[in-house]
């Protein structure tokens, strides 16, 4: 299987910037696809950003021009650095990868999550 760990979330005041990172491990042998994912309390779990294997990316329509993903393929880990955040972006952020992974001599199909980030943006 693939774990995924997340680390950057926390308290920071509107305007502020904060940086996420997730690191994929285990037998891997390719991500498709890393994104970002939130849920606010009471709300759907929603994309937030997201970057293929092949560098396109799509966002949020909420976060074009203050969120922006990348990604170091070597270290199968994806960043979204977030600024000038807004109260509304407050959430637990996911994160999410997709590609396939070795399980013994087969290769297998992973869709992994991370077990979430909180970030809170005070007004």
């Known amino acids: 299987q693939v774990q995924l760990v997340e680390s950057g979330g926390g308290l920071v005041q509107a305007g502020g910037s904060l940086r996420l990172s997730c690191a994929a491990s285990g037998s891997i042998s390719s991500i498709n696809l890393m994104g970002w994912y939130r849920q606010a309390p009471v709300k759907q779990r929603e994309l937030v950003a997201i970057?293929?294997?092949?560098?396109?990316?799509n966002y949020a329509d909420s976060v074009k021009g203050r969120f922006t993903i990348s990604r170091d393929s070597a270290k199968n880990t994806v960043y979204m650095q977030m600024n000038s955040l807004k109260p509304e972006d407050t959430a637990v952020y996911y994160c999410n990868a997709v590609g396939t992974y070795y399980s013994g001599t087969y290769l297998k199909n992973f869709a992994s999550w991370g077990q979430g980030t909180q970030v809170t943006v005070s007004s």
């Open positions: 970057m293929y294997s092949g560098g396109s990316t």
